[in-house]
């Protein structure tokens, strides 16, 4: 099968999407059966397979992207189907599978600055209705998908994520090293924090929770990773009377982020919604315990491999992160939990099911073309 995808967000600091895409043709160059055209925009890594061919996209506009690059190189490449994240080509020669990893900007619209939220509200629903497939990456999100935009179920296909390439294990003197260039001291015990500084990811109220830590006389200092986003500045507030005990990275690179996880005491992941959370995962590999809020898909992607607090009550946020710094035996207990956990999803899996869905879409394009 001749596959296109589209990789444009590789390089642009995306986070999740770049994960994801990066993830999923690192399990396309396990199978024999995809023939992968990988559309970036001059930020790919290499690619070891001779199955992978990279295409360079002639420009960064979206607009030209979706109207006529994409549309005109996957004709070119004869691609069976054309794989996209949130938004489909305006036309396409073979059938279009669009991820979408969650519909936030619907139901919680004041976490999306106007621009994000006039082009998500538009843009997505469009392509939801003109794919042939739709992805998504949690059960959460694939109900959510259903109901709010009346999609027959059998068009809707969950597939979990796997963690990103901070997960790899790394050396810790190597670890120790890479923290300390960051400008952290390793041999401080810290609580790590992931994530863009946006209100989705809730670091005002871990901030406010980690005060009563440091009014605990707890010796613990707060690194919170991410670069800023809407409403950043909100977060920087939070934080201004705590200089020397809060420390903020921007965007790291995946070494340094697999660092600052392999020499962190808790991963906090406090954030209001979740339609996956590939930082968990990262976490957990790492044997980092982890805390993190009881909302969106992160109990359906953690398990029980986390202790989970209400990420709207700064106390329970306090208590937990606490409780898993001291508990000695839970901290063993959560390390190993969230090993066995993260080992469950893999991008060759995800890779695998995905492979299906391009079969099932294409096998249905087919027939209709042949009755049509």
């Known amino acids: 099968m001749r596959v ?22 690192d399990g396309f160059t396990a199978t024999k059966d995809v023939e992968l055209f990988v559309y970036h925009a001059g930020h790919m890594p290499n690619v070891a397979s001779q199955s992978v061919h990279l295409r360079r996209l002639r420009g960064t506009s979206s607009w030209s992207r979706l109207t006529l690059d994409l549309p005109v190189r996957t004709w070119r490449d004869a691609t069976d189907v054309v794989h996209t994240t949130y938004t489909a080509p305006l036309w396409s020669s073979c059938p279009v599978i669009l991820t979408v990893h969650d519909i936030s900007y619907a139901s919680h619209p004041e976490w999306f600055s106007p621009r994000d939220l006039g082009v998500l509200s538009r843009a997505v629903p469009w392509s939801i209705k003109r794919a042939a497939r739709v992805i998504t990456v949690s059960d959460l999100c694939r109900r959510e998908i259903i109901e709010r935009y009346a999609v027959p179920e059998a068009k809707v296909v969950r597939i979990y994520n796997a963690a990103g390439p ?42 406010d929770a980690f005060r009563m830590l440091i009014r605990d006389n707890i010796e613990v200092n707060l690194v919170l990773v991410g670069p800023e986003h809407f409403r950043s500045e909100l977060v920087t507030a939070a934080a201004s ?19 600052l996880y392999a020499c ?109």
Not at 4 to 25: P, W
Not at 173 to 194: F, H, K, T
Not at 241 to 259: E, I, M
């Open 241 to 259: 009377d705590l200089a020397g005990r809060v420390h903020f990275t921007g965007y790291v690179s995946h070494g340094q982020l697999a660092s």
């Open 166 to 207: 901070a997960a790899r294990t790394i050396a810790p003197e190597v670890a120790r090293i890479e923290v300390a260039a960051l400008g952290i001291d390793p041999s401080q015990p810290y609580v790590l924090a992931v994530g863009n500084l946006q209100p989705r990811k809730n670091l005002v109220r871990l901030i």
């Open 4 to 25: 296109g995808l589209d990789a444009h967000m590789v390089g642009s600091h995306e986070t999740g999407n770049e994960t994801y895409v990066l993830g999923l043709i």
């Open 264 to 372: 962190a005491r808790v991963f906090a992941f406090p954030s209001l919604y979740e339609g996956f959370g590939i930082p968990a995962l990262e976490a957990m590999a790492h044997g980092t315990p982890v805390a993190c809020a009881r909302a969106g898909a992160l109990p359906e992607v953690c398990g029980d491999a986390a202790a989970y607090f209400d990420p709207t009550d700064i106390n329970s946020i306090a208590a937990t992160v606490k409780g898993v710094m001291n508990d000695g035996a839970l901290r063993e207990r959560l390390a190993r939990a969230g090993r066995i956990r993260q080992s469950q999803f893999t991008w060759e899996r995800a890779a695998e099911e995905t492979l299906a869905v391009y079969r099932d879409a294409l096998q249905e394009h087919r027939i209709g073309h042949t009755t049509g």
